[in-house]
């Protein structure tokens, strides 16, 4: 089940940021479930070989990290066996889950009010955050539109245009290479993120940063939607998040590039977007300027760069 769940991220049959978070604490709760042994300090040691299983499945998504840490937290107190463990950890893992949930719903609420009546929106890749902002604010009753790109090469996009067409939301779906074509005509960039650097880089789908460039030339606004545990605690201390790069098959096929013996594929999932090129992110603490982001970093997720300035332990 757990191995399942992994490979199951690993491939991106199970991807989004925070939806990976949330699989990720639900196979860590149900493998604690599982697991029979009566021996506490087993009991911990093959939680946290789980734990280590999950973390290596995709590396730049932060919410993967800090969600497991969020939910391990739980092993920091002493219990007298197993049984009391398991029930401590199960709690925290339906919180989790729970807050999840509920970030996105509060950060469609928040995120709906920076998007205007009449507005035409234009938004990359799958993010639930960034949905739930544009379809908070179809459901409040603004006449929005959406140009929706391809996203590749997984085609996220896809999935993005069904949910749009489901809420009546006129939808334009465009190659990825279209955007800076069409940015003239689009109010506010609209995407969520895999993670966001203390820096307030964020780090989102590849092809952000080139719609992040098309949208400053433009004088388009761009919005980045993302929950607090998007933010990386690490890059306090000058840890560079690392982009995934995935294989080259998800791009031209082996058949093809196989006979072509001086063509290599790169496939990077994600690129960055410095701070300057984000006017806003929106959390479900509030809608900060990206740099406010070590104030999200030190207030809610509880790191502080004094603390830790002597290194992890
Ligand atoms: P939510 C996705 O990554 C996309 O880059 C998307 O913008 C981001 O996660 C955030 O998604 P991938 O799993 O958490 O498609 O807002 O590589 O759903």
Redesign the pocket.
């Known amino acids: 089940m757990l191995a399942d769940t992994a490979e199951k991220i690993k491939r991106?049959e199970i991807?989004?940021?925070?939806?990976?978070a949330r699989a990720a604490v639900q196979a860590l709760d149900d493998h604690s479930a599982s697991l029979g042994t009566p021996d506490l300090q087993d009991y911990l040691a093959l939680m946290n070989e789980a734990a280590g299983l999950l973390l290596e499945t995709r590396p730049t998504a932060v919410s993967l990290p800090n969600a497991i840490r969020s939910v391990m937290a739980a092993f920091r107190e002493q219990y007298p066996g197993v049984e009391q463990a398991k029930s401590a950890f199960r709690e925290r893992c339906r919180a989790f889950i729970t807050a999840s949930e509920q970030a996105v719903q509060r950060i469609g609420e928040i995120g709906a009010r920076h998007i205007r009546n009449n507005d035409t929106l234009l938004t990359h890749?799958?993010?639930?955050?960034?949905l739930a902002c544009i379809l908070e604010a179809k459901r409040q009753g603004k006449e929005i539109s959406v140009f929706a790109t391809e996203v590749r090469p997984r085609n996220?996009g896809h999935l993005t245009i069904r949910t749009l067409d489901k809420a009546g939301i006129p939808t334009s779906f465009i190659v990825d290479s279209a955007a800076r074509y069409f940015m003239n005509e689009v109010d506010l960039v609209v995407?969520?993120?895999?993670a966001v650097s203390v820096n307030g880089a964020v780090v989102?789908?590849i092809g952000t940063s080139q719609i992040a460039l098309a949208a400053r030339e433009a004088r388009t606004r761009v919005m980045v939607?993302a929950e607090t545990y998007k933010f990386a605690p690490r890059t306090i201390l000058g840890e560079y998040i690392e982009i995934e790069e995935r294989d080259p098959g998800e791009v031209l096929s082996p058949a093809i590039f196989s006979q072509l013996p001086h063509v290599r594929v790169r496939n990077p999932?994600?690129d960055v977007t410095p701070a300057d090129y984000v006017d806003l992110i929106v959390t479900e603490a509030g809608a900060i300027p990206p740099q406010m982001a070590y104030i999200i970093i030190r207030d809610v997720l509880g790191w502080d760069i004094g603390e830790y300035s002597g290194g992890f332990g």
């Open positions: 991106m991807r989004g940021a925070g939806r990976i890749c799958n993010s639930e955050a960034a996220q995407v969520g993120a895999d989102n789908k939607a999932a994600f």
